[in-house]
């Protein structure tokens, strides 16, 4: 880990949605050190500012892959940014998914809107090491067709079962209608032998663990990533405190036993 931002050039810009974009990112010189998933690193737009932004892929060759939302000046400044220009990182910060915990389980990703970026690794990590788990199930909802995200590999996922779902569905549009738990139901897992992966807005990540909890999954193979100001990403400034956690360090990533008491509490 580094608390230097580091130069990295984009090579290449996909345009997931209006307000979205994908980049891969080459280290200018050395790279930084490995990235897991779920982990995150504090994208710098130079003249604007830093964010903290969740790795959303994780080539073998030193590259990274950010996936973000353009929605404030700092971000619409990584959004703006095209293949050749350079942006600043450091990094890796922060716990992640730990695939390898949930090994002989079966595997449920649920992901609401963007949520599912940090879930990417996780998912690509999981088909290649499949023989290590059990079903693999991911479950993707979003508010509406035009926000979904990584449109061109969700159908190719080797999964047991792969469902969308969208809450405005539009003109066209022929799957599932509703929010993401509605497709618990159509899942294929175990509870009681099943990690799951949740990432999304808070209302989602609350009412997806209620669920699970209530079809037989321990808290604690409920895994939710959690989002508050980060700032400075190691721990000092306290502006993503979360009760007891300072989630730059102490999360994004933690078990839902340690989540669920925070987030009911309203000052929090």
Same mark, same amino acid.
């Given at each position: 880990m580094?608390?230097?931002?580091?130069p990295?050039?984009v090579?290449?810009?996909?345009?997931?949605?209006?307000?979205?974009?994908?980049?891969?990112?080459?280290?200018?010189?050395?790279?930084?050190?490995?990235?897991?998933?779920?982990?995150f690193?504090?994208?710098y737009?130079?003249?604007?500012?830093?964010?903290?932004?969740s790795?959303?892929?994780?080539?073998?060759?030193?590259?990274l892959v950010?996936?973000?939302?353009?929605?404030g000046?700092?971000?619409?400044?990584l959004?703006?940014a095209q293949? %050749?220009?350079? &942006? /600043?990182?450091?990094? *890796?910060?922060?716990t992640?998914?730990?695939?390898? #915990?949930?090994t002989?389980h079966? @595997?449920?990703?649920?992901?609401? %809107?963007?949520? &599912? /970026?940090?879930?990417? *690794?996780l998912?690509?990590?999981?088909?290649l090491d #499949?023989?290590?788990?059990?079903? @693999?199930?991911v479950?993707i909802?979003?508010?509406?067709? /035009?926000?979904?995200?990584?449109?061109?590999?969700?159908?190719?996922?080797?999964?047991?079962y792969?469902?969308?779902?969208?809450?405005r569905?539009?003109d066209?549009w022929?799957?599932?209608?509703?929010?993401?738990?509605?497709?618990?139901?159509?899942?294929?897992?175990?509870?009681?032998?099943t990690t799951?992966?949740?990432?999304?807005?808070?209302?989602?990540?609350?009412?997806?663990?209620?669920?699970?909890?209530?079809?037989g999954?321990?808290?604690?193979?409920?895994?939710?990533?959690?989002e508050r100001?980060?700032?400075?990403?190691?721990?000092?400034?306290?502006?993503c405190?979360?009760?007891?956690?300072l989630?730059?360090?102490?999360?994004?990533?933690?078990?839902?036993?340690?989540?669920?008491?925070?987030?009911?509490?309203?000052?929090l």
């Amino acid at each position: 880990m580094t608390a230097l931002p580091v130069p990295h050039r984009v090579v290449d810009r996909h345009r997931e949605t209006h307000d979205t974009v994908t980049l891969r990112l080459k280290p200018v010189g050395e790279a930084l050190s490995a990235f897991a998933p779920g982990q995150f690193a504090m994208m710098y737009a130079f003249g604007r500012g830093e964010v903290p932004i969740s790795v959303s892929g994780i080539p073998r060759d030193g590259d990274l892959v950010h996936t973000v939302r353009g929605v404030g000046a700092v971000s619409a400044g990584l959004y703006d940014a095209q293949v %050749g220009d350079v &942006l /600043a990182l450091r990094g *890796p910060y922060g716990t992640g998914w730990e695939l390898s #915990a949930a090994t002989g389980h079966d @595997l449920l990703v649920v992901a609401g %809107g963007i949520g &599912l /970026a940090p879930l990417r *690794p996780l998912i690509h990590d999981a088909v290649l090491d #499949a023989e290590a788990y059990g079903r @693999l199930n991911v479950l993707i909802g979003a508010r509406g067709p /035009a926000e979904l995200i990584c449109r061109a590999e969700t159908g190719r996922w080797p999964t047991a079962y792969t469902g969308v779902t969208v809450d405005r569905p539009g003109d066209g549009w022929t799957g599932q209608i509703g929010v993401v738990t509605r497709l618990l139901g159509l899942a294929r897992f175990e509870p009681t032998a099943t990690t799951a992966f949740v990432c999304g807005p808070e209302p989602m990540i609350r009412a997806t663990a209620r669920d699970l909890l209530h079809r037989g999954l321990p808290a604690d193979r409920i895994k939710v990533s959690l989002e508050r100001n980060m700032r400075c990403a190691t721990g000092h400034c306290g502006h993503c405190q979360l009760g007891p956690l300072l989630l730059c360090r102490d999360g994004p990533v933690v078990g839902w036993d340690i989540a669920e008491p925070l987030l009911y509490v309203r000052e929090l």
